[in-house]
T-cell receptor
Framework: EAGVTQSPTHLIKTRGQQATLRCSPI?????VYWYQQALGLGLQFLLW???????NRGNFPPRFSGRQFPNYSSELNVNALELEDSALYLC????????????????FGNGTRLTVT | QKEVEQNSGPLSVPEGAIASLNCTYS??????FFWYRQYSGKSPELIMF????GDKEDGRFTAQLNKASQYVSLLIRDSQPSDSATYLC????????????FGSGTQLTVLP
C-alpha cells in the first residue's frame, strides 16, 4: 500500500512569492491534514480537508490556504511568503471524519521543506 | 496552559536501560492518544496508540494511560541507539475538530 506522498521534497522561494505544495493521501483515505513544523518547534496544525471541504483551520493567517480535489489529493498554497514561513510542511491522511474513524491515527508523508530567502 | 505538554529534554539513557517519556493533556474529554517517533529531518511515524486506561504493550514499547490524572506515558525497554529520536505525544480532542494536537516532543538520546 502506497503511503502519503508529498511534492516537491524541497522548495526554495523568495520573500513575497507564492508556494504550492501537493499531497496525495493513502488510497481510501478521505481526510487530509496539513501541519507546519518550524525548526526546533512542534507540529502546528494548519488545515484539515475531508471529502472536498475545509473542515477546520489552525491559527494561521489567510495567506495560508488550500483545497482538496475530487480524488482526495490536496494542495497547500502560501501567498506573500515571509521568511518565517520557512519550515517543514507535513501532510497526513486518515480514513475520514465519520464517527467510526474518530480514533484513527494520522499517517504522515515525508514532507516538503520550504525555504524562503 | 498548553493543550499537550511534554518535557523537551534532552533525555539521555544508556543502551539497554528503560527510557520513560511523559505527556500531560488539558482536555479531560480527550479519547485517543498517540505516540509518534520523529528522526531528525524526517516525518513522524506512528509507534503506538492507546484508548483505554492502563497499559498497552507492543514489543519493547509500553504505553500507559491515566485519564483521571490526564497523563500518558511511553516506556521503551532495552533502549537501543536506534531509538534516539524525538518522541511526539498527540491527542485527539473531543468535538468537531478532529485534528490531532501534538506536544512539542521529547528528544531522546540512547548512549552506546
Amino acid at each position: 500500500e502506497a503511503g502519503v506522498t508529498q511534492s516537491p521534497t524541497h522548495l526554495i522561494k523568495t520573500r513575497g512569492q507564492q508556494a504550492t505544495l501537493r499531497c496525495s493521501p493513502i488510497s481510501g483515505h478521505t481526510s487530509v491534514y496539513w501541519y507546519q513544523q518550524a525548526l526546533g518547534l512542534g507540529l502546528q496544525f494548519l488545515l484539515w480537508y475531508d471529502e472536498g471541504e475545509e473542515r477546520n483551520r489552525g491559527n494561521f493567517p489567510p495567506r495560508f490556504s488550500g483545497r482538496q480535489f475530487p480524488n482526495y489529493s490536496s494542495e497547500l498554497n502560501v501567498n506573500a511568503l515571509e521568511l518565517e514561513d520557512s519550515a517543514l510542511y507535513l501532510c497526513a491522511s486518515s480514513p475520514g471524519r465519520r464517527p467510526i474513524f474518530d480514533n484513527s491515527p494520522l499517517h504522515f508523508g515525508n514532507g516538503t521543506r520550504l525555504t524562503v530567502t | 496552559q498548553k493543550e499537550v505538554e511534554q518535557n523537551s529534554g534532552p533525555l539521555s539513557v544508556p543502551e539497554g536501560a528503560i527510557a520513560s517519556l511523559n505527556c500531560t493533556y488539558s482536555d479531560r474529554g480527550s479519547q485517543s492518544f498517540f505516540w509518534y517517533r520523529q528522526y531528525s529531518g524526517k516525518s513522524p511515524e506512528l509507534i503506538m496508540f492507546i484508548y483505554s486506561n492502563g497499559d498497552k504493550e507492543d514489543g519493547r514499547f509500553t504505553a500507559q494511560l491515566n485519564k483521571a490524572s490526564q497523563y500518558v506515558s511511553l516506556l521503551i525497554r532495552d533502549s537501543q541507539p536506534s531509538d534516539s529520536a524525538t518522541y511526539l505525544c498527540a491527542v485527539h480532542p473531543p468535538g468537531s475538530a478532529r485534528q490531532l494536537t501534538f506536544g512539542s516532543g521529547t528528544q531522546l538520546t540512547v548512549l552506546p
